[in-house]
């Protein structure tokens, strides 16, 4: 009676045989992998030291200064030139079909680079809006927004974050769209609308709330929202640690009144959360790409540290239980490589739906982890660690607000324990 | 022969009955600290509003907006009339006397609200400046910086850390002062020295190596420079995640053949770490002090966020793990506050010499834990919790550099499980 | 509108000066510590060491070895003679009248010695059903069962816990008692009763429904239940991590048609919980006293073992991370001794009730802290740290069975986080 | 000068198209696979529970209980018959050639069930030893004790680790053989040798020094010393948390002048560590595949316990934390799930001396990690989870003393420490 007698199949490894567990990247991703990273090494890493030096003394924050955006032009048309363009995007005519697995690696590197991934037309929020439109848009809304973000033109936001309620809970969305007339007359309040201070910013996927009295999931919708419409307030930046990161900046906008034509809506009325399936899966899974890159960053930065100074007559490295921190996060780091991969592919085997457990299993996993060692790499350097003189602070302040973005850390937790408890029934 | 012979006495208890397990503030002390918190409240915390409301659309950022210095100087000045003045000095002919303990209750208070400290003239790093030059200073020394430190009329820095060295090793120090004829002649980089971009701050200790052939812990001596000394360049601010922390910063200075008078020197030649020891024990027990108030803070806001906001029909607090995690910072919090008690009246009680082992377990204990609470604020808060919204982001930031500042983590953890072998000789 | 306002008193401390916070020992109790500490060593070691090699070879594993009583009775009458006896009782005329602040600087030392508490008829579940018969019991209750309890001539048990429901919630027990003409006739299971095999073992508390229709806190009656009664089955010892202690064991008894005469029931019908708040409070605040022991023996042991080791050329304490980690298991132990004295003197100023979420506080937090540090001491150890060579692998076992003894870690948890949110309305 | 320049490559991932990412079991692997899990189910488990029916009640300890080997035998003639033998063995001609990787897969369903290894002869420690004489072994040797080995007829020890002196370094081994005439006279104390006090026990590789002037690596050998050679004297069974696993027992011995031929040596003087190199690498492994089998049970316990206890009105897996604990638990099974095969993975492909870092990765990850999980497994179940009636306290002993078997976690962060710092040279 008392004897443990567990009731589930513990075969959580599916069949061992399973493609799922293949994690090489496709012979075809080879090439771009390696020009990619040849790119950034020759191309985007001295374009961004010369971005940075013209950055300097430039006063007017919410203008970019004279010529960042001339050298970023042409490193984008020399991506554009050698093929190295809009390669996120997934088994799609306009892109370059990579599967979610060949992009995993070559994402892991594009985020150790603060601006590679704008550089190869491959940067958030424009990747995940860019594949919302695709999929789901109109010929006239691709025709009209697509084409110009595919080509670099233009960039554009993604507003979902509320100030006013907990997002945690996104049926808790309460910015309203009423339908008057021939136009959604928007009313409401989001907050860290990231990349809406940039003067390129030319559009926002909008997530309201259009039906209020239907069933729970199905009140909301997405509309696109030019950042010209009258209306668009921008009440001012919202800081990330006392950070703007002005001139692209993170937006707190109230929309007071703002009218829109009908068709701007997506998908349909109701859909919103559908729409959202489309973006966060991957949207998610993208950025646990990239941490990992930024984790390895970090983790090069800190032995790199530790072997170059000196304290109490040794390397600081070899000080106390640096070494073993080292390694720690070396297992860790390979073990969210390995789990990025395998949610990778099983997007790209099961779906993005059966693989939402995957998904949720590295987002929960993967920032709070690449946190960890970020701040053990701060902490080997000092002060330096918190300065400008490293990119530690921004990579920590970065993952940090990932733990909460798409989701927090507890909300994935609780996708991926219910998952477990249904294993038993 | 294999059997356990632990071989030290395990009583670190000491006598039970010993004056250092009463961490009772002392009756003198209880109207000041009852006055403190009143006018924290009904003074510091309207002004602060006041301060900040000025700063609001300030472009000029190296300098105060108008009208900042004029509502502070008010606030101290009522500080000053009411008796709320120099309080952090202990046992002084100078001060009110409190004891470490006493302080520890009040300072606690303090670390709640920003310009507490600066309006009673308790904030760091004129308080250690202020104790160093009371202790050791020669008459005109005292007369010409002492006196308007404690006057309120100017403000100090501390130039210790460099960014060349592995500073956790205070022996790395390499800006020199050599003697050419009667004046100290000065070179070498020092960066992280706040408050020097605050343009009331006239006089920074500088630690240098003066003696570079003598025992490895007598070359250092500390010299006063001037702000305004030929030869002082500030090379610009250090970021603190991304902040500069302007007007005050933290600033990056070089000295180029600075000349100050031979008397310019604390106490004599090759006596740098003997003054050392006058500030950092009480300057290390002041943050933890100071911390154990921010960590209240951080609590405090993560249960009231925890309370008001909902999601998944339930408040926030009420969610899986989140009351588990107040109950945790609760009693985080207590044990620190009883450990920084007895740290400090071990100070009282001991002597700081005595003493340091106390102090170097609370440095190591508080900031690291503090800095888990306050993070675990931010996490229930979303994207508030970094924001400019709350006072989240800077007790994280400001709580995080302590991690290193005054010693990192390490090295007292080093001093502490050193002395912990030592009871077995 | 969204700037963080806290609603509560942040002001957890009460008053500072409050006797509270005075955590000396008092003067009256000096002598009877010192006294203590001194029979420890010169008695209670002795003869635990004659004890240990009497019970060699011996294979009646139920039954204590020849001669094992016998040293064990000769040092009780030692403790008596002496007047260090049952001096666990606060505020009592039946005993030294200690206070809990007192009894837990003692019960400290208790904690490091396994048969010290018993010589001195201070062991656990005696001290509590002592405690419970003292303050509840009927004057025949007394005569028959306490008297030889505080002579030491009987021991007893508790039995509470049972197999088949979740017993973090106490309101689940099951085991029933009817009354049926004079008698309660009880059916039910218990288990881990401790001290149950014991054939000294005479009397049981024993917690049942007797009132299945009333309020959901008012169905519970503790009834004395002698353990040679008709009915009492013990089925078999229950392990303790493979361990079954015998010959005193934690066993597993089922009642049947157990018949004790009407009298036999503690203070009335219903008032079952009433009565675990007598016991609860000290019972599992003397658990944490004992434990901060423990955890100053492993702490002892991993600094000797470390020191007396050598690999790759340095005693395994200077080895990587492991000095880092002596000092943070001092830091912990200070603030867990600290935290043990506060509550017990809550205990002592507030009372019982008042003092509630104090001992909620260090059963939440001492087990599972003091598990992390014999954890560490065994690793220092290998091999040697999981084997009868040291007392480290009873150690963990005791203390990690406290995680979920007398409440679970998280039941005590939610009481204190609950406490927390009750400050905000 | 102070802006960070990373010194290494960071591309640890290698080639991404490397076979090494691909983690699939091969095709021929898999009916074995199929037909161990089936076996388990249908034939080890009943038998499992028939042996341990069989075991109640038997008193002398030191023999198994009457019919337990015949049930066993009949299991592992069954097993033999069906050719699930020996398939341990990689690429050999005497057996059934499975790589590591496919290897890894089988190993987890052997970590869920106690005799499932023993029962198709892949049980430690003969498992390495077998491995060692069929790699090293004479013909002579091969035929005397790899033969019966192979049979399961004799099983076997491995004596290595020694009580006087600090073990995670090898070279700190000091029983000693001398060579006196033709024989080894070997000298010294062994313990926690596991299986030695297994009546089938017959033959024990020993690790002796024999050359105490040569090289520090170069000093050590290995002897084969039968159980019954004049001068084995087993001192005592060594306890595992109080558990001394009698009948099998982990003995302390005594070589008291122990007498053995010339040619029991292996492989050659000094080549003691030489041949380390073939067992420890496969070893370590193995541990760390059946490692993860019984996290996957204890989770698998956890969420069955969860579900079926009620408290406050709901299950307990819901309440609290839970839920989030049964999330962590799945990500770092998973994640050390692909460790696990990644380092099999490497084993096949680079070998083992190459694939020496990924082994110290998953052997200091692996156990740590599985033993919070069976801990978090124990504190959901209550008193029952340390109780005889869940695998619970069985996993965690067992696990818990993986953390030093084989290395110590330790020193395998410093193997693999040092490996990410050799990368930067």
Aim: overall charge negative.
């Amino acid at each position: 009676m008392n004897i443990a007698t567990p009731k589930a199949s513990s075969d959580y490894a599916l069949n061992p045989q399973d493609e799922l567990n293949d994690l090489r990247m496709s012979d075809k991703a080879v090439p771009l992998y390696e020009h990619v990273k040849r790119f950034i090494k020759e191309t985007v890493e001295p374009m961004a030291a010369e971005y940075e030096r013209l950055g300097e003394g430039h006063t007017d924050r919410w203008t970019f200064a004279p010529g960042q955006l001339e050298v970023l032009e042409v490193a984008k048309n020399k991506a554009k030139a050698e093929g190295l363009w809009n390669f996120f995007l997934p088994d799609a005519e306009t892109g370059e079909g990579l599967s979610n697995l060949d992009y995993a690696y070559i994402a892991v590197e594009l985020g150790k680079s603060p601006l590679a991934s704008e550089t190869m037309n491959c940067a958030a929020p424009d990747t995940g809006n860019m594949e919302v439109l695709e999929r789901v848009g109109t010929p006239e809304q691709k025709e009209k927004w697509l084409k110009p973000l595919l080509n670099g033109e233009i960039r554009s936001a993604y507003a979902m974050t509320e100030p006013n309620v907990a997002s945690s809970d996104a049926k808790n969305i309460s910015t309203t769209a009423t339908l008057v007339g021939d136009e959604w007359v928007i009313n409401g309040e989001k907050y860290y609308i990231s990349g809406a201070g940039d003067p390129r910013c030319k559009i926002m996927i909008t997530m309201v709330k259009t039906n209020p009295d239907a069933a729970p999931h199905q009140q909301q919708s997405q509309i696109l929202v030019p950042t010209d419409a009258p209306g668009v307030k921008i009440l001012g930046p919202m800081h990330v640690f006392g950070h703007d990161h002005a001139p692209r900046g993170h937006m707190h906008i109230r929309f007071e009144n703002v009218r829109v034509p009908r068709e701007n809506i997506l998908l349909g009325e109701g859909r919103g959360f559908e729409i959202s399936q489309v973006r966060l899966g991957p949207g998610r899974i993208h950025h646990c790409m990239r941490t990992i890159g930024k984790a390895e960053l970090a983790l090069d930065l800190m032995v790199s540290r530790g072997l170059s100074r000196e304290a109490f007559g040794r390397p600081l490295i070899m000080l106390g239980g640096n070494l073993e921190k080292v390694s720690r996060a070396r297992i860790e780091i390979e073990a969210m490589r390995l789990m990025v991969l395998k949610a990778a592919k099983a997007m790209d085997v099961l779906g993005n739906k059966e693989a939402r457990v995957w998904v949720s299993m590295v987002k929960a996993m993967v920032p709070e982890k690449a946190c960890q060692i970020i701040d053990e790499a701060i902490q080997i350097h000092g002060a330096t660690g918190i300065s400008q003189w490293t990119p530690l602070a921004d990579l920590y302040t970065d993952v940090r607000h990932l733990r909460f973005a798409d989701g927090p850390d507890e909300v994935h937790h609780m996708v991926n324990g219910r998952n477990e408890l249904g294993r038993y029934r």
